[in-house]
C-alpha cells in the first residue's frame, strides 16, 4: 500500500506545470567605451539573432539572454547612434559585445566568444555538466572512453585486463543506466555499448553534455541515471578540412579527416569524417605473459549531410556512419597453446531528422528515423559470444505552446524495435559443455506529452509522461519532472525525480567476466524482467563574486536512485560461476558532489571536484541474503585541472590530477561479511599545446607517475584452470603513456 501511494504521489508531483528540459540560451553583456576609455555596461542595446528574428534588450548591467539557435545563425547588438557587431553563433554560450560610436574604431577585435573547458549550464532545469571542444583539446581525447579524464561526474575504467574493453561510471552505477545520445538521437545501445565507447573519436566532437538524474521523457525510457549527448562537428560550421595525426610510446597511430563542403549555397551541405587506428605491438610490462592492451584495427566513416531552407521553416539532418573494427589479445604468440582473445565488430547506421516550423515562433514538427544493424564476435579462450542485432527508432514530436510561450508542450508518438539474434557457447564448462540461444525480439509503440513553464526567467518547471508497450514486458508508465529556480542571480536550486526501464543484455554488458574460467548460467538469462528504477536528485549552484573578471562556481549535489528490479551478475557465490537472476531485495546507488571553477586571473582556469559514491545491492542464493557493497566502484573521487593560455591561446598548459578511493573486491570465498578493499590511488596528466591559426602541435604525458594496478590477472600462468580470472579490474592497466599530435587545418 506504501508503494501504491508512493507511485500516486510521484505521478502527481510530476503533472505540474513544466518547462522544457531542453532550454538552452545564449548569454552575455554589451559594453560601450566612454570618453576616459573605461569599458561600462551598456542598457538599451538590441541583441538579436538574424535568422530566428529573436530578440531582447540589454539591462542596467548590460547582460541580455536569447534562446539559443538549433542551427548557425548571426547573433547582432546593436543600439541607435553605435556600430552594430556580429558574431556566427550555435547552440547555448556566452559572447560579449563592445560597441562605439558611429564612426569611430577599436583599435582591436572586442568580440569575445569564450568557453570553458569544462563547466555547468547556468540555464537548464536538469544538472548538466558540458565538456567543451577546448575540455576534449586538454588531453589527446582518442575516443569518447579517454575524453572523461576532466569530467567531475564520470569515471572510466577497463571491464578486464584482456579485451581492451572500457565501461563508465556515473552516479555510482554502470554506464549501462545512463542512455547515450548521438545529438540527441538514441545510440550505443546493446551489442553496440560493449565496446562502443572506443568508436567515437574524440576530434569528431564539438561538445559533450552529461545530464544527470530524471531527463525528458521525449527521449524515451531508458534512461536511469541522466543522458550523455555527443555533439558532431556540423558539416555547415566546421572547418573545410580538419587534419588530426596521433602518435604514443607504446605503438599506438592514429588518423582522422574531416572534410565539408557547400553543395548548395546556404540550402545544402556536405561533410564527411573519417579516423583510422592501429596498435600492433605487443607490449607486457608487467611481465604476466599477457598482452597489456590487444593489438587492434579501427576504421570509422561518417558522412553527414544538412539542408536547410528557412523560407519554406525546412531543417533536415541525414547521416550515415560505417565501423570495422578488429582487436586480438590474449597471451603472447611466443607461448604455446595460449589464451587468445579475438574480437570483430561491424557496425552500419543511417539516420535522419527533419523539422517544419509552420504557424507562429515556436511551434514545430520534429521526425527523427534511425536505423543500426550491429554484427559481433567475440573469443575468450573457450568462450564464444557472437550475435547480430536490428534496431530501428522513429520518433514524430509536435512542438508548441498555450496562449503564450511561457506554457508550452511537446507531444509524440515513438517506435523501437530491437532484433537480437545471439548465441553463447562455453567449451570447458564444469558441467556439461554449453552452447545456448539468446534471441530475442522486442517491438515498444510509445506516446508521450512534455507540459513547459517559465516564469520570468527566474522558475522552470518541466513535467513529462509516456506510456510504452514492450512486446516482451508490456505496458510501462514513465513519469519525470525538473525544476530549477533562481533564488538569486547569483543562486540557482535544481530538483528532479522521474523513473526509467532498460532492457538487460546480461551478457554484452558483463563482457569482462567472459575474461575468466567462470561457468556461465546463461540458462537464466532469457528468464530476466526488464530493468526499473526511480532517480532523486537536487542541486545548489552558487556564483560567488570575486576580484576576478569571472565569477566562482560552486555546485552541490546529491542523486539517489531506488530500483524496483535489476539483473544481478552474482560472482561471490561460487568463484567458478556467474549467477544472474532478478533482484530479490534492495539496491540503490547515493551519489554526492561538490564542482568548483574559477577563474581567478587572466588566462588562468582551476577546476576541481570531489564525490562519494554509496552503492548497495541484495545478493542471494534463496537461502543466504546479503545487502552488500557493489564491488569494484570507487567510493569517492577527487579531481582538479589546471590550465593557463597565453594571450591569443597561444600556448596552452594543462595539468590534471586525480585522486581516487578504495573499491570492495568481490568475495572469492562466498558470500562474507568481510570487506577487502583495492588501495586508493592517484594518476596524473599533463598537456602542453602550441596553437596556430592553421596548424596546432601538441605534446603529453598519462599516467605521469606510472602507477598500475599489480598483477591484474589471477592464474594468468595457467589461463584454462579454474580460477583463472581478469575480470577484477579496478586500477589503471596501462603505464605512463607520452604521446604527441598535429592538427591542421584549412579554414
Known amino acids: 500500500m506504501n508503494t ?3 507511485n500516486y504521489i510521484c505521478l502527481i508531483l510530476m503533472l505540474a506545470p513544466v518547462a522544457a528540459i531542453q532550454a538552452q540560451n545564449i548569454t552575455g553583456h554589451v559594453y560601450e ?7 561600462t555596461p551598456l542598457e538599451g542595446a538590441t541583441v538579436y539573432l538574424s535568422k530566428l528574428k529573436k530578440g531582447t534588450t540589454t539591462d542596467a548591467e548590460g547582460r541580455y539572454s536569447v534562446a539559443a539557435p538549433a542551427g548557425a545563425d548571426l547573433l547582432i547588438a546593436s543600439l541607435i547612434g553605435m556600430s552594430s557587431d556580429s558574431l556566427q553563433v550555435q547552440g547555448e554560450g556566452t559572447a560579449d559585445f563592445t560597441l562605439v560610436e558611429e564612426g569611430e574604431t577599436l583599435e582591436e577585435t572586442v568580440i569575445v566568444a569564450r568557453r570553458l573547458g569544462t563547466y555547468f549550464s547556468r540555464l537548464t532545469p536538469a544538472k548538466v555538466e558540458v565538456i567543451s571542444k577546448t575540455g576534449l583539446m586538454k588531453l589527446a581525447c582518442c575516443n569518447l572512453g579517454e575524453s572523461f579524464e576532466n569530467s567531475a561526474s564520470v569515471t572510466v575504467g577497463f571491464t578486464d585486463a584482456v579485451s581492451g574493453a572500457k565501461q563508465i561510471q556515473l552516479l555510482g552505477l554502470s554506464g549501462v543506466y545512463s542512455q547515450m545520445l548521438a545529438e540527441n538521437i538514441p545510440s550505443m545501445r546493446g551489442l553496440a555499448s560493449t565496446y562502443g565507447w572506443n568508436y567515437t573519436p574524440g576530434s569528431w566532437m564539438e561538445g559533450i553534455q552529461i545530464s544527470k538524474g530524471a531527463s525528458s521523457v521525449t527521449g524515451g525510457y531508458e534512461s536511469i541515471t541522466g543522458q550523455i549527448n555527443l555533439d558532431f562537428r556540423k558539416p555547415n560550421q566546421t572547418d573545410p578540412l580538419f587534419l588530426n595525426l596521433y602518435a604514443d610510446v607504446s605503438g599506438r597511430y592514429e588518423g582522422n579527416l574531416s572534410l565539408a563542403t557547400k553543395v548548395v549555397p ?6 564527411l569524417m573519417a579516423h583510422v587506428s592501429a596498435e600492433t605491438p605487443e607490449h607486457d610490462v608487467n611481465g604476466d605473459g599477457f598482452m597489456d592492451t590487444p593489438k587492434s584495427k579501427l576504421l570509422n ?6 539542408y536547410e531552407n528557412p523560407d519554406k521553416g525546412v531543417e533536415s539532418k541525414t547521416g550515415f556512419k560505417f565501423l570495422s573494427e ?3 589479445g590474449g597471451q603472447l604468440s611466443s607461448v604455446a597453446d595460449r589464451y587468445e582473445t579475438n574480437i570483430e565488430n561491424l557496425n552500419f547506421n543511417v539516420y535522419n531528422k527533419t523539422g517544419f516550423a509552420f504557424g507562429k515562433e515556436g511551434q514545430s514538427i520534429g521526425i527523427i528515423n534511425s536505423f543500426t544493424r550491429h554484427i559481433q564476435s567475440s573469443a575468450f579462450g573457450a568462450k564464444r559470444f557472437a550475435g547480430t542485432q536490428s534496431s530501428s527508432y522513429t520518433n514524430v514530436m509536435l512542438s508548441s505552446y498555450i496562449n503564450n510561450t511561457s506554457h508550452q508542450y511537446t ?23 554449453s552452447d545456448i540461444e539468446l534471441d530475442r525480439e522486442e517491438l515498444v509503440p510509445g506516446a508521450f506529452l512534455q507540459y513547459t513553464y517559465s516564469r520570468l526567467d527566474r522558475l522552470i518547471l518541466i513535467a513529462g509522461i509516456r506510456s510504452d508497450y514492450n512486446s516482451r514486458f508490456g505496458w510501462l508508465l514513465t513519469p519525470r519532472a525538473n525544476l530549477k529556480y533562481n533564488f538569486s542571480d547569483n543562486i540557482v536550486f535544481r530538483a528532479s525525480a522521474g523513473k526509467g526501464y532498460r532492457s538487460p543484455n546480461a551478457i554484452a554488458e558483463n563482457i569482462g567476466l567472459m575474461a575468466s574460467s567462470r561457468e556461465f548460467d546463461a540458462a537464466a538469462i532469457n528468464g530476466l524482467d526488464i530493468e526499473s528504477a526511480w532517480n532523486y536528485g537536487s542541486n545548489l549552484t552558487f556564483y560567488i563574486p570575486t576580484w576576478a573578471e569571472e565569477n566562482l562556481v560552486l555546485s552541490l549535489d546529491y542523486f539517489r536512485t531506488d530500483f524496483q528490479n535489476q539483473t544481478v551478475a552474482d560472482i561471490e557465490r561460487n568463484r567458478d560461476r556467474v549467477f544472474f537472476y532478478n533482484l530479490n531485495g534492495r539496491s540503490y546507488a547515493n551519489a554526492w558532489q561538490a564542482d568548483m571553477t574559477f577563474e581567478p586571473f587572466a588566462g588562468w582556469e582551476i577546476f576541481a571536484a570531489y564525490r562519494y559514491n554509496d552503492t548497495k545491492m541484495t545478493v542471494g542464493d534463496g537461502n543466504v541474503s546479503m545487502l552488500v557493497e557493489k564491488p569494484l566502484i570507487s567510493r569517492y573521487r577527487g579531481l582538479i585541472n589546471v590550465s593557463y593560455a597565453t594571450p591569443l591561446r597561444k600556448w596552452v598548459f594543462d595539468l590534471t590530477a586525480q585522486f581516487n578511493g578504495p573499491s570492495r573486491l568481490p568475495s572469492m570465498t562466498g558470500y562474507s561479511s568481510e570487506v577487502n578493499t583495492s588501495p586508493a590511488f592517484p594518476v596524473y596528466f599533463a598537456q602542453a599545446t602550441k596553437n596556430t591559426k592553421y596548424f596546432d602541435a601538441y605534446i603529453g604525458v598519462e599516467n605521469i607517475m606510472d602507477y598500475r594496478q599489480k598483477n591484474p590477472i589471477n592464474l594468468a600462468d595457467r589461463p584454462f584452470d579454474r580460477g583463472f580470472d581478469s575480470s577484477l579490474v579496478w586500477g589503471p592497466l596501462m603505464g605512463r603513456r607520452i604521446y604527441a599530435g598535429i592538427r591542421l587545418r584549412l579554414m
Open 4 to 6: 501504491i501511494k508512493l
Open 33 to 39: 567605451i566612454d570618453k576616459s576609455g573605461k569599458k
Open 266 to 271: 546556404d540550402r545544402l551541405w556536405a561533410g
Open 301 to 306: 566513416l561518417y558522412n553527414r549531410w544538412y
Open 326 to 328: 578488429i582487436r586480438k
Open 411 to 433: 507531444a509524440g508518438l515513438s517506435f523501437q524495435y530491437d532484433g537480437y539474434n545471439t548465441k553463447y557457447s562455453d567449451k570447458l564448462p564444469i558441467n556439461t559443455p
